[in-house]
């Protein structure tokens, strides 16, 4: 996701997205842990999204 998308969306948007990232983040690394993923830099590239998300909602609860 890039952050001008986010910039776009509502609060209960950004949080259902972050609801749908932690639990990508949780499969991932349980994939991760058991050596089923091949791509572990989905990892990191979910970790930064959360990031992202996260941004987007404290800059909108600053308004």
């Known amino acids: 996701m890039k952050s001008n998308e986010l910039?776009?969306?509502?609060?209960?948007?950004?949080?259902?997205?972050?609801?749908?990232?932690?639990?990508?983040?949780?499969?991932?690394?349980?994939?991760?842990?058991?050596?089923?993923?091949?791509?572990?830099?989905?990892v990191m590239q979910t970790r930064r999204n959360i990031a992202r998300i996260k941004t987007a909602i404290n800059s909108k609860a600053g308004e």
Do not use: P, Y
């Open 7 to 42: 910039r776009e969306k509502s609060v209960d948007e950004l949080k259902a997205a972050l609801g749908d990232e932690l639990k990508q983040q949780f499969k991932l690394r349980m994939q991760l842990s058991t050596g089923q993923l091949n791509e572990s830099h989905l």
